[in-house]
C-alpha cells in the first residue's frame, strides 16, 4: 500500500505516517526499488490502532502498549490498558460522587461524611478517594483554604470543604482550568452549587467520552492482537 493511500483512508499527513514509523510502533517497513515505503495490510492495521487508541488513552499510552505489543509482549500491553481503564473509573466514581454531594439539600448535612463535624486529612482521603499530597497541593494553589486545629496545629475539613475537594478532583480530572476551578468553588462558597453541579455533570459526560473513545480504540488494538497472532501461527 502506498503512502498516500492510507494517509488519505485515515484523513492525516503522510508525515504523520513518518512519525508513527519513526517512533518504533510499526512492523519493520521495506522499501521499493524506488526507494518509496511498501506498506502492508498489516501496517494499515496499526496505523488504525494507532489513531484510534491515541483518542482515548494519548499517544504515550499507545506508543507504550504497541511497543510491547511488537515485542510480542501482547499480556503486559493489555495490562497497562486494564490499568488505564481501571484509573477511568475511578474518576468516575469520583465525578459520580461529586454530583451526589452537589444534589445534597445543605452544605452542612453530617450524615453523609459521619457524625463528627471535623474530619482529618487521612479521613477525607479515605473518603472522597483523593490523595492527601492532592490536598495539600490544593491548599498551596489557593483552591482550597484550611482549618487548623487549635491544639496541634493538624489539618481538619468540615463538609463544605470536603465538596470543595470532590468538586476540584473532578474539576482536575476533565481538564479545566485553574480560573474555571476557582471560579466554582466561589460560588459553592457562596450557596450558588447549581454552576458546580453543571460542571460536573459536564465532566461525568466528558468522562463517557473518553470511555467510548477508549472502548474504540480497544477493539482495534484486539484485532491487531488478533492479526498478529494469526499469523505467527
Known sequence: MRPIDIAKKLN???SALRHYESWGVLPPVERGANGYR???ELHFAYFECIRAMNEGFGMTTTVEV???LLSNHVDEALWIVNEAQAELQSDKLMAEKTIE???????DNLDRWGRRKWMSIGEVSKAT?????AIRHWEKMGLITVSRNDENGYRIFSPTQIRQIL???TLRMAVWSLDTIKQVIH????????????IA??????????????MKGIRYLYRLIEWEEGSIS
Open 101 to 107: 454531594a452537589l444534589d445534597a439539600k445543605e452544605l
Open 66 to 68: 504497541l511497543k510491547l
Open 167 to 169: 468538586i476540584i478532583g
Open 129 to 133: 478517594s483523593v490523595p492527601a499530597s
Open 38 to 40: 511498501n506498506y502492508t
Open 201 to 214: 455533570k459536564d465532566s461525568l459526560r466528558f468522562l463517557n467520552k473518553i470511555n467510548r473513545n477508549r
Open 187 to 198: 460560588e459553592l462558597d457562596h450557596n450558588n452549587i447549581e454552576q458546580a453541579r453543571r
Open 12 to 14: 492525516i499527513s503522510t
